[in-house]
C-alpha cells in the first residue's frame, strides 16, 4: 500500500517531520519529548505595513532597481581632494548653519544641538554672549538646514557653519562630492553641545592653523584614496563609527611627510597639528562618514527601489531616506541610546540620539560590522557574542555582502550592505547603530556611548510613500 493510500497519509506509522514557525514554545515542547524540530525564523510584518508591503514587493521595477542601488554603493570610491573653509566649498554664508539630522527649527532643537549651535554663533562673531546668540537663533536672520541638503554629513549636533574648515571627499566614479567638519576629540567639545571658552579658543586654532596645514598637506599629496582605508579599518579592529584609530594613524602616516615639509609654517603649529591628529583616535570619523556618504549617495533617485540611503537624527527626531523617494524625510521622534556613561553620569543625563555618523550604518560599517570590531563593546555596552549576534542578524535585512569590506571572524564574509525596506518590515529587525551620547543639558558636553535603534515608525511611512510611488497598471 503506498504512502497516499495509507490512513492520514501514513502519519501514524512513520517518524513525524516537524517544521515549527513562530512562537518557541511548540517547538520546545516537543523537543523534550524527543521529537526532531526544524525551526522556521518567521515574523509577522511591521504593524501598519502589510498592504505598503504588499504593493512594493508586486512593483516589476523593485528587483532590477535594487540590484543596480547594490551595484553603484559597492562601485563608490572615496578621494580626499581638499581642505577649505566652509564658505568657499558650501557656500555658507554669514547666518547660515548646517546641523545633523533632518530638518529642525531653533524652537524644537534638543539641548546639545541648541549648544552647538549657540558655539557657533559665538565661534562667528555673530554675538558676544550665549544669551545674545539665543535670541538671534530665535529669530528671522538666522537659517538652519540640515547637512544632508548640501551632500554634507556631520557628527552629533554636526554644526557647520561658514568659517570652519571642511574635508571635501570626491567620488571619481560616480561623480558625487561630499563634505564634513574636522573632528575636534571628544568631551567637552561644539559636536556635543559644549560651547564653553575653551571649545571657542579649540575651533579658532582649528580655522587658523589644523585647517590650513592640513590643506597644504593634501594639496602637495594630491587625492587621499579615503576608500582604500575602509576595508584595512575591519581588518585592524576598527568598525569606522565609534571605532577609528587605525584609519587616523593611517591618515597621518600619509600626510605627515606632506604636513611636515611646509618650511614657511611654525615648526609649534607643525608640532601641535600632528600631536593633535595623532592624540584624537576619533579623528578619521569625520572622514569615514562623507565616505560612506559618497556610496549611499550613488544609490539616490533610483525608482522602485527600497534602499535606505540615508539614516540620520537631530537630537529631537530620528530620519531616513529611501532610494526610491527623492529627498523626502520620514522622521519619528529619536530613541535614546542605552549604554555605558562616563564618570558620574547616568541615563538620566543622556539626550535621545544624535547625529549624522549612523550614515556608517547605512553604509555597512558601524554597528553593522560590530563583528569585526569587539573590543567596541567596552566602549558602548554589550559583550562578545552580541556584537558577533548582531553583525550576523543584520545580514537579515540587507540586499548583498560587500566584496571589499569583510569581517576577518566570519570567514572574511563580505559586511552586510544595502538596508531593504522592504526586509526591515518584513522581519521587524531594525538596524542596529552604535553611538556617542550627548548630554541632555545644553553645555555639558559627551556623556557615554552606547547603542540604539531607529524608531520603527520612520520605515512604516518610508514604505508607504514607496507604494504610492509603484505604477498603476492598466
Known sequence: MSTTEQPLRGLLTRDPSVVAAGAGIFGDALRQQAVPVTDVEWRPPMDGTSEALARVLADPRLTEANAEALRRITAAEAELVRIAPASEVLGLQRGEFLHSGPPLTWERASGPMRGALLGAMLF????????????????????????????AVGPMAGVISPSMWVFELRDPVHGNVSHCSLNEGLGKVLRYGAYSEEVITRLEWMRDVLGPVLAGAVERHGPVDIRAYLPQMLQMGDEGHNRNRSATLMFLRDL??????????????????????????????????????????????????????????????????????GDEWFTAPANTPEGLFLGSYGPEDANPDIGDSAITETAGMGGFVMAAAPAIVRLVGGNVDFALTTTRTMYEITLGEHPSLQVPILE???????????????????????????????????????????????????????????????
Open 256 to 325: 605627515l611627510p606632506h604636513i611636515v615639509a611646509q618650511g614657511d609654517r611654525d615648526p609649534a603649529d607643525i608640532a601641535e597639528v600632528c600631536r593633535f591628529v595623532g592624540a584624537n583616535d576619533h579623528f578619521a570619523l569625520n572622514l569615514v562618514m562623507p565616505a560612506c556618504k559618497l556610496a549611499m549617495a550613488a544609490a539616490k533617485d533610483i525608482p522602485g527601489s527600497s534602499v535606505v540611503v540615508t539614516m540620520a537624527r537631530n537630537g529631537t527626531d530620528f530620519g531616513i531616506q529611501l532610494a526610491g523617494t
Open 412 to 474: 572574511f564574509r563580505g559586511a552586510p550592505i544595502a538596508i531593504d525596506a522592504t526586509a526591515v518590515a518584513r522581519t521587524g529587525v531594525l538596524p542596529q547603530i552604535n553611538t556617542g551620547m550627548a548630554g541632555r543639558v545644553a553645555g555639558t558636553g559627551q556623556v557615554g556611548a552606547g547603542l540604539v535603534t531607529p524608531p520603527a515608525e520612520v520605515f512604516v511611512d518610508a514604505l508607504r510613500s514607496l507604494a504610492d510611488r509603484v505604477p498603476t497598471r492598466d
Open 124 to 151: 562667528e562673531g555673530l554675538a558676544s554672549t550665549a544669551e545674545e546668540a539665543e535670541q538671534k537663533l530665535a529669530g528671522p536672520d538666522i537659517s538652519l538646514a540640515p547637512c544632508h541638503s548640501r551632500g
